[in-house]
């Protein structure tokens, strides 16, 4: 049994993996310029911005559902599909007239994005 145990967690030791936090604007700005990072930073941050737009869709839907007002974060136009080019140039144009949020995980900083070139009224 002990024998059993201490192979289960050396197991345990070698397959976990370090902590990681999320990158900031910056690193990610300076990555995707880099031939050999590019498709990895353009997937990560569509993914990003494909989960908030799911999410925003959701929360769309709930507003309906419960018939009370737009519960939406950010409000696209209807027929509007962003490319990557655009969410790399709204990034960068928002850490022009924001610089402090080249600091700031690269997540959040997609979300006031979305949130301010796309406001609901």
């Known amino acids: 049994m002990g024998k059993i ?3 289960g967690l050396a197991v345990m030791l070698c397959c976990a993996s370090p902590a990681a936090a999320e990158m900031t604007t910056a690193e990610f700005l300076n990555d995707v310029n880099i031939k050999v990072h590019r498709v ?3 997937t990560y941050l569509m993914g990003i911005s494909n989960g908030l737009q799911w ?3 959701i929360l769309e839907a709930g507003a309906k559902e419960k018939d009370i007002d737009d519960m939406r974060l950010f409000c696209p136009p209807a027929k509007l599909s962003i490319t990557a080019s655009q969410e790399i140039d709204m990034l960068r144009r928002y850490i022009r007239e924001h610089p402090e949020a080249e600091t700031q995980p690269l997540g959040m900083v997609v979300f006031q994005t979305h949130f301010e070139n796309f406001p609901c009224k």
């Open 5 to 7: 145990l201490c192979i």
């Open 40 to 42: 990895n930073q353009i």
């Open 55 to 57: 999410y925003n869709s």
